[in-house]
């Protein structure tokens, strides 16, 4: 009996785990449990999951807003006044001996993001540029499709192929290109839509150390040639070694490796804001320097490159341009002449002497003596004088305008033929200018002759002890703005002498 009994007690435990957990006695796996406690229909769940996962655009809004927020953070640090310094603790009765806690320089990373942030941010507008002859790289920096790139990457076509980050493939034309001094190009890619860009930052502030960060498609011709696919951006992370200059064009040098192909990529700072484009390797391999043109000396450019700037070294010209560049040429030569001569005018002007006079004037306000007045009739002298020179320096200035004008006249019939259209506007600009400038002129000249003759009338009547201080100082000071007035012009000139770079 109590080995039925025991027989019995283990068939019980064995059976009622099993029953109760069986589907048709289980709860949990009957369907009008699992439709009336069920949140919602399952297609509904799986909408709910797939929006929880963030799209390419999610995260570079996302990376955007925390770049945003950092600047601000970094902003409002710098903008916080310094801690002063606590008033020193009274001596105590009993000296207690301190150690100094040594200060450590720590550099703020506040405002760094991270590689992988670094690379979601800036991969998306760095793009593949491929031609008849080679291929290099480029970036976006303006979102209706704007991209920088190397002006010997695109060098003798007005359109190429371009690869973006999303592996599609779009024609852009080169809109303007200077390969004459600083080697950028700007292309337009030839379909319209919202683009993703770069942030171009403030090469200026980067400092030797600082971590750069290199973009592009190295060797992707050669990869190429053998059958291989190129269809991802290279990063190669370095250090900014130092800063570099050749024929005028100011460049970044980095230990981030660059090959062809890198050509036209952004360098990149630590807040993936683009402060070069990759240019240049020199030496033999392994021991390349790296250089990158700094992105301030390319925003003077991308105004009149975006409007069709082209300034081609090599370019092949026919008789009619050939004798048009001569004679303009020869314009700019003259120009370069007479702004040689207004230059000349300026440094003519000796303060220290004017100053010498003003002191021996002041110096006997209360005493005006013959002395004096001898004083103050060669401070007008010398005024005077100098306003005939500042008459010189305004003829040769007219003088410029009017020749520029004639050739302008002569050569406007054909121009057509000549050039290209930002060319033509920029030189007719310079036409009309130079117009408005022989009037300007003109009325300037007439201006100085005015006040020459009213300091001579003062000197032909004498008595000059008599008259207040206030007025030297008065003619003093309307001279000087004359003087500067000089400057001005020569400055505004030597900004339009690059037209002959565009023919």
């Known amino acids: 009996m109590k080995n039925k009994v025991i027989i019995l007690s283990i068939l019980i435990a064995l059976i009622i785990p099993q029953v109760a957990s069986a589907a048709w006695w289980n709860p949990l796996s009957w369907g009008w449990i699992e439709k009336i406690f069920n949140r919602g229909p399952k297609e509904k ?120 980050s999303s592996k599609k493939r779009l024609s852009a034309n080169v809109i303007g290109i200077n390969d004459l001094s600083s080697d950028v190009a700007v292309l337009k890619l030839d379909s319209g839509g919202f683009f993703p860009s770069v942030k171009l930052g403030n090469s200026s502030d980067a400092s030797q150390g600082e971590e750069v960060f290199a973009f592009g498609f190295p060797l992707s011709g050669s990869i190429e040639s053998i059958g291989a696919v190129v269809d991802e951006v290279s990063f190669k992370e370095g250090t900014l070694s130092r800063r570099a200059s050749y024929e005028n064009v100011p460049y970044l040098e980095m230990s981030a490796e660059i090959h062809p192909g890198n050509s036209g990529g952004p360098l990149v700072n630590n807040r993936g804001e683009v402060i070069g484009i990759n240019t240049l390797g020199v030496g033999p391999a392994g021991e390349r320097i790296k250089w990158a043109i700094e992105i301030n000396q390319i925003k003077t450019e991308l105004a009149d490159l975006k409007a069709g700037m082209q300034l081609l070294e090599n370019k092949t010209r026919n008789e009619t341009e050939s004798v048009f560049r001569s004679r303009l040429t020869s314009l700019h030569t003259k120009i370069s002449d007479d702004l040689g001569l207004s230059k000349a005018i300026y440094n003519a002007y000796n303060e220290s002497s004017f100053s010498y006079y003003e002191k021996q004037i002041l110096a006997g306000v209360d005493n005006a003596n013959e002395s004096q007045e001898n004083l103050r009739k060669s401070y007008l002298s010398s005024i005077s004088s100098g306003y005939k020179t500042i008459v010189t320096g305004v003829e040769a200035f007219k003088n410029i305008t009017e020749s520029f004008n004639d050739f302008y006249s002569n ?68 001279f000087k703005s004359d003087i500067n007035y000089i400057s001005t012009q020569k400055d505004t000139f030597l900004e339009r002498l690059w037209i002959k770079a565009l023919f």
């Open 411 to 478: 050569y406007s019939v054909n121009i057509g033929s000549i050039g290209n259209n930002f060319a033509h506007n920029k030189l007719k600009e310079f036409g009309e200018y130079s117009i408005s400038k022989m009037l300007e002129y003109d009325k300037k000249i007439a201006e100085l002759y005015s006040k020459i003759s009213a300091i001579e009338d003062v000197l032909k009547k004498g008595n000059l002890k008599n008259l207040p201080t206030s007025y030297f100082t008065q003619q003093r000071d309307i």
């Open 45 to 164: 769940q799986e909408q709910i999951l797939e929006a929880a996962i963030p799209t390419e655009e999610d995260k570079f809004e996302t990376l955007n807003r925390k770049i945003e927020e950092l600047e601000k953070k970094l902003s409002e640090e710098k903008s916080q006044p310094e801690a002063k310094p606590s008033a020193p603790t009274p001596k105590t009765s009993t000296p207690v001996q301190t150690i100094p806690t040594p200060v450590v320089a720590t550099k703020t990373t506040s405002s760094s993001l991270s590689n992988q942030e670094i690379i979601s941010l800036v991969k998306p507008a760095v793009v593949y540029i491929s031609t008849e002859t080679g291929s290099g790289s480029g970036f976006i920096f303006d979102s209706s499709g704007y991209i920088i790139t190397n002006a010997h990457v695109v060098e003798g076509f007005s359109s190429v192929q371009v690869m973006l």
